[in-house]
């Protein structure tokens, strides 16, 4: 099964600065999906970004962008220009891009919680 | 317009006991998600639905545990014979589905087990 490992339990950073949230995984598939997700305290998952593992470019969502490295299996979120309402947990998740019954399945990170000083 | 709705927000029940779970997906979304979260961790696989037919339920812990979703629109997550273990967040999510569709959560239930 895949795995997905997020090493920093809790970040913080100062209103306005940048911050980078790190994320490893492991697969033996060449082809899938990566994702951001972002968990406040009312508890949905809201979509951040996702990334495409065949496309080279870098996604980017606004102040949000990743950097994918896949031969490293690394991909991390870079937060510009952090605002007080990005404070919440960020899970790391992977999604196969094979056909049949593991199409639904996300593997989540165990998260990292992101605090913003003012 | 209206995102996946789960009921209830929050259920607290004795050890042993029988619960169920509802969640409403978005209208017209045809693939339907089922996942745990524990305390601490991030949500862990239980079961996917297309349609009404359940397309991968591997990640069901045990027997006690069932989901349905007759028509192919709301969907019931059943616990039985409940234990303290099970005390968890319950999330459900739906897509449009397709790899390339991107999933959308509800809000879960906190289930607690006393």
């Known amino acids: 099964a895949q795995t997905v490992t997020q090493s920093q339990p809790e970040m913080s950073v100062q209103e306005a600065e940048t911050v980078t949230l790190s994320c490893t995984y492991d697969?033996?598939?060449?082809?899938?999906?990566l994702f951001w997700y972002k968990q406040p305290p009312s508890r949905q998952m809201i979509l951040v970004i996702r990334?495409?593992?065949?496309?080279?470019q870098n996604a980017t969502e606004n102040r949000f962008s990743v950097n994918f490295q896949k031969a490293a299996k690394s991909f991390s979120l870079k937060i510009s220009d952090s605002q007080l309402g990005d404070a919440a947990m960020y899970f790391c998740?992977?999604?196969?891009?094979?056909?049949?019954?593991?199409?639904?399945?996300?593997?989540f990170g165990r998260g990292t919680q992101l605090t913003v000083w003012p | 317009g209206a995102g996946v709705s789960q009921t209830p927000s929050n259920k607290v029940t004795e050890k042993g006991k029988y619960v169920e779970l509802r969640c409403d997906p978005i209208?017209?979304?045809?693939?339907l998600y089922w996942y745990r979260q524990s305390l601490g961790q991030g949500p862990e696989f239980l079961i996917y639905?297309?349609?009404?037919?359940?397309?991968?339920d591997s990640g069901l812990p045990n027997d006690r545990f069932f989901a349905v979703r007759p028509e192919g629109s709301v969907s019931t997550l059943k616990i039985q014979r409940t234990e303290r273990g099970d005390s968890a967040v319950y999330l459900c999510?739906?897509?449009?589905?397709?790899?390339?569709?991107?999933?959308?959560f509800g809000n879960g239930t906190r289930l607690t087990v006393t």
């Open positions: 999510a739906s897509s449009l589905g397709g790899i390339r569709a991107p999933l959308h």
């Open positions: 697969t033996s598939e060449s082809d899938y999906y």
């Open positions: 990334q495409e593992a065949y496309k080279q």
């Open positions: 998740a992977y999604r196969s891009s094979g056909r049949g019954s593991t199409l639904g399945r996300l593997y």
């Open positions: 209208s017209g979304h045809t693939a």
């Open positions: 639905f297309q349609g009404t037919g359940a397309a991968d």
